[in-house]
């Protein structure tokens, strides 16, 4: 019997997945939103004391390097600690490997075991990959620890996606009086936008709905330079 197929016949097309595991996403966008809002606000508090004028362009250039730096430093410090962890632990367990490799493999069996695998193919199993030191060593690993050997977080990329992006963000609201503003009007607008454009954007990279990521993030920040402005005018205090 002849089967007649309606349409061509075309291979099977698997999906792929984006980086989660870089170590760049987090420090890029937390960098980013915090250079906006804690720069904007430094400057909302600045002219809400001062006025514009040259006090605001020393505070903002101020903000935007002490942060910048700041954030790098820490970032990088976070990451390094981290991963330095991670690194101690596989040792552990390559020292565990090699000083009892049938314990480790015994291990294995009795983690696909419980994952649902008959005991007979679960000992196959756990024989097969431990053939290998190094793919077991691999296995092992993701398997008790959670992570990935080969892909380690990176403090180098977490500093530089930090201090780029807290300097890119910083600058949004500084923009505007380094051309001579003399309101908050202009840096109103621009941080305005670039705060819901960051948080829509960070929303549809993480499958979530722009407008959602926008709102939040542009309420999070006017609401932080509006306590801040108003603490500024407050003071009333003047810099010279």
């Known amino acids: 019997m002849t089967i007649e197929l309606d349409r061509p016949y075309s291979p099977e097309r698997h999906h792929g997945h984006r980086d989660v595991t870089g170590g760049w996403l987090r420090p890029a966008v937390f960098g980013a939103m915090d250079g906006l809002v804690s ?44 991963t330095d962890l991670m690194r101690a632990e596989i040792a552990v367990e390559r020292r565990e490997l090699a000083r009892n490799p049938e314990g480790e493999q015994a291990e294995l069996a009795a983690l696909y075991r419980s994952r649902g695998l008959d005991a007979d193919l679960a000992q196959r199993v756990a024989e097969g990959l431990s053939a290998d030191p190094e793919q077991a060593l691999r296995v092992h690993v993701r398997e008790e620890l959670g992570v990935d050997p080969d892909d380690l977080p990176s403090p180098y990329v977490a500093a530089a996606s930090s201090f780029g992006a807290f300097a890119a963000g910083a600058l949004v609201p500084l923009v505007p009086f380094l051309f001579g503003a003399s309101g908050m009007a202009v840096a ?20 979530r709905p722009w407008w959602l990521g926008g709102l939040r993030q542009l309420a999070l920040g006017v609401g932080a330079a509006a306590v801040t402005f108003g603490l500024g005018s407050l003071l009333g205090v003047t810099v010279s």
């Open 39 to 82: 720069n904007f606000a430094l400057i909302a508090g600045v002219v809400g004391a001062a006025g514009p004028g040259r006090a605001a362009v020393l505070a903002g250039f101020a903000g935007l390097a002490a942060g910048a730096f700041s954030m790098a430093a820490g970032e990088y410090t976070s990451v390094k600690s981290q």
């Open 188 to 207: 109103v607008v621009l941080s305005v936008l670039g705060l819901f454009g960051f948080g829509a954007a960070v929303a549809v990279m993480t499958a």
